[in-house]
């Protein structure tokens, strides 16, 4: 209850347009069940920083657009059934975790930290129905059509629908808890009101007093060094290299992100190009390993009956062939980002 009292505390002093009011006013709307009509699902915006910038003024405008997404993503999961809701949710937490991980450089602290690891937490309950959704709405339907004759691939899609109905409600139960809105005023807090838990703040970094492109040069550099380690041996990978991999890429796109506006858009454009398609061929791989898991014989949607079971290998195995041809095309495109020169040296 005093996460509640806590959060209160801060509305009467909060200009009405401040990122902590818009917050507490979307957890308004939703006690009493008043839905925006012009409601959706919020996708990363541009951020525009300065060369000029100091960087704890690009840090915030970072941070920022970070809560912003998660704030609105939040409130569509509760709202409405949109699957790409769960989608930009988990990437507004993945993006801030990647923003956590480029400033921690120049500043660092407990909070920080602590915030870090509630984002993981959100995000693998995020993750679960999320993944319901690309197996109900992509996946399922896309193997489904290869082979119309097939007539498991109803009834497995009519399980997998009921399953994310369920995962659905038990998401927007656990952001409605404490513990769900208490990282959402956490971060808001965090990032708005620095040194409102008490301790330092975290914008008060001597580093953070360096201009914003030294600041952008250290985290590219710091993200890119990270991947190519990943990548070290690529023929060799094992399934959880590969993972790791994927995952460091994915770091590596948000890190560009956050700072291309400091550079030349053609330098970032062909940089990011190369990058988000060796993400698309890993993420083939992810794909498959998903499917996988979840349509084992220990899964949850396994059966007795046989139409389904013959969907459930067929829907396994097309992604397992396309998880090689992917990965053998991923190889290839790795060496092609190797040799890019990075645009921010």
Not at 8 to 35: E, K
Request: hydrophobic share 35%; charged share 30%.
């Amino acid at each position: 209850m005093a996460v509640k009292h806590r959060g209160l505390h801060y509305i009467r002093r909060t200009p009405r347009n401040s990122p902590v009011a818009l917050t507490q006013s979307r957890r308004y709307m939703l006690q009493q069940d008043q839905v925006d009509r012009s409601l959706r699902p919020r996708i990363a915006e541009k951020i525009s920083l300065d060369p000029d910038q100091r960087s704890e003024q690009a840090t915030h405008a970072i941070l920022h657009e970070c809560v912003e997404q998660i704030a609105a993503n939040i409130m569509v999961v509760r709202s409405l059934a949109d699957p790409e809701g769960p989608h930009q949710l988990r990437i507004g937490l993945r993006r801030l975790r990647s923003a956590f991980a480029a400033l921690s450089s120049a500043s660092r602290s407990p909070e920080m930290t602590r915030l870090g690891e509630e984002a993981r937490w959100l995000g693998r309950q995020v993750g679960r129905l999320r993944d319901l959704d690309v197996v109900a709405s992509e996946i399922v339907p896309r193997e489904a059509k290869a082979d119309p004759r097939q007539p498991g691939f109803p009834k497995l899609a009519d399980s997998i629908r009921r399953e994310v109905s369920k995962r659905r409600e038990d998401l927007r139960t656990l952001l409605a808890g404490v513990r769900g809105q208490a990282f959402l005023d956490d971060l808001t807090q965090f990032v708005e009101r620095p040194g409102w838990h008490g301790e330092k703040s975290f914008y008060h970094s001597r580093e953070l007093a360096i201009p914003v492109s030294k600041l952008a040069r250290k985290a590219l550099t710091k993200s890119w060094d990270k991947a190519r380690k990943r990548g070290r041996g690529i023929k060799s990978l094992g399934a959880e290299q590969q993972h790791e991999l994927r995952k460091a890429l994915k770091k590596l796109r948000y890190t560009v992100e956050f700072f291309s506006s400091l550079y030349r858009t053609k330098d970032v454009k062909r940089f990011s190009a190369r990058l988000k398609k060796l993400q698309k061929l890993c993420g083939d791989v992810n794909d498959a390993a998903m499917v996988k898991a979840m349509l084992s014989d220990n899964g949850a949607f396994s059966d007795a009956d046989p139409q389904r079971q013959r969907a459930m290998g067929w829907v396994i195995g097309a992604n397992q062939v396309r998880a090689e041809f992917g990965w053998n095309g991923a190889k290839g495109q790795w060496r092609k980002l190797k040799k890019s020169q990075p645009f921010w040296e």
